[in-house]
Nanobody, 119 residues
């Protein structure tokens, strides 16, 4: 089963940018739909952006026009480019994969990376 490791989080000022990376190992990365989710303190985890195995993307309304999800199947990595960051983007960001392995649906998650937007 694929294992996921996120990186790239940190502290950034409002209006700034960050790029998150999520690298997969142990599976056929190109077969999975990949997503970025986030969870702020006291709130439910929410989908931020998703890219299918075929390259189709979709975004939460709150990040449209500011965030871009992309994938590099040769590097087994999915990225989340975050621009024009706002304090309300502060959260732990999680990467996940969705797919079928040997006829079984799997949905592994990474450990998360903290993003803090503050002056």
């Amino acid at each position: 089963q694929v294992e996921l490791v996120e990186s790239g989080g940190g502290l950034v000022q409002p209006g700034g940018s960050l790029r998150l990376s999520c690298t997969a190992s142990g599976g056929i990365f190109s077969m999975y739909d990949m997503g970025w989710h986030r969870q702020a303190p006291g709130k439910q985890r929410e989908l931020v952006a998703k890219v299918t195995s075929g390259g189709t993307t979709n975004y939460a309304d709150s990040v449209k026009g500011r965030f871009t999800i992309s994938r590099d199947n040769a590097e087994n990595t999915v990225y989340l480019q975050m621009n024009s960051l706002k304090p309300e983007d502060t959260a732990v960001y999680y990467c996940n994969a969705d797919g079928w392995v040997g006829g079984v649906y799997v949905r592994p998650w990474g450990q998360g990376t903290q993003v803090t937007v503050s002056s």
